[in-house]
């Protein structure tokens, strides 16, 4: 297997383009083997040059509400009555952990976005 690190703008694009050419390799094959370490590397240079900020709480919330048609009464086994949910999602009142661990656990919110500082 020829593969090497990906460093620079060139090696990154060579890698994808390789990727490219190896996407209907079969699994426990040399080149279902090469595809699996070229994803790796790339998504190691990805996280590196091109990271993804997470968004703050109330973004975090809004969207997962957005997604899965939520209302504030659905919100309220996990932060309380429905002013305390508005209270949030209008950025006048902060999450507290609590509330955090159980948007968390329940929603399946990213722990990164819920104790980030808001925006």
Known sequence: MDIKPIRTKRDYAAA?????????AKRNTPEGDRLDVLVTLIEAYEAKHFPLDLPDPVAAIKLVMEQRNLTVKDLV????????????????????????????????IPAGSLIKQAA
């Open 16 to 24: 994808l383009k390789m990727i490219e050419q190896l996407m209907t």
């Open 77 to 108: 086994p996990y932060i309380g009555q429905p002013n305390r949910v508005y209270e949030v999602l209008n950025r006048k009142r902060p999450l507290t952990m609590a509330m955090a661990w159980k948007l968390h656990k329940g929603l399946g």
